[in-house]
Nanobody, 126 residues
Framework: QLQLVESGGDLVQPGGSLRLSCAVF????????IGWFRQAPGKEREGVIC????????NDPNSVKGRFTISRDVAKNTAYLQMNNLEPEDTAVYYC???????????????????WGQGTLVTVYS
């Protein structure tokens, strides 16, 4: 059964760091692109950062501002989102998703992704 499971969401103060995990089941992480998205209260879901099957990454510079990185551990079949210097504007539910198209690049558009996790809540408070 294909499944993505996020974890690592928490309460954190501004300037703090978090690492989110996305464990995948039912497929091999190295074969597909993984994207991280977020949805803040009252706002639409937005793409944050992604990694292609070949390891190329892309991010939204307006939201990431050089603070977030994506990585993956193929042996553990898990992708990660490292977030540093968090701001209150980063408060959102964070989702990981898989793109099964086998393209060599990744995209930050929700429609490109086939399977989604249930999300994990990140709250940045002062």
């Amino acid at each position: 059964q294909l499944q993505l499971v996020e974890s690592g969401g928490d309460l954190v103060q501004p300037g703090g760091s978090l690492r989110l995990s996305c464990a995948v089941f039912g497929f091999t992480l190295r074969d597909y692109a993984i994207g991280w998205f977020r949805q803040a209260p009252g706002k639409e879901r937005e793409g944050v950062i992604c990694i292609s099957s070949g390891g190329a990454t892309a991010n939204d510079p307006n939201s990431v501002k050089g603070r977030f990185t994506i990585s993956r551990d193929v042996a553990k079949n898990t992708a990660y989102l490292q977030m540093n210097n968090l701001e209150p504007e980063d408060t959102a539910v964070y989702y990981c998703a898989a793109d099964f198209s086998r393209r060599t690049v990744c995209f930050l558009t929700s429609a490109e992704y086939n399977y989604w996790g249930q999300g994990t809540l990140v709250t940045v408070y002062s």
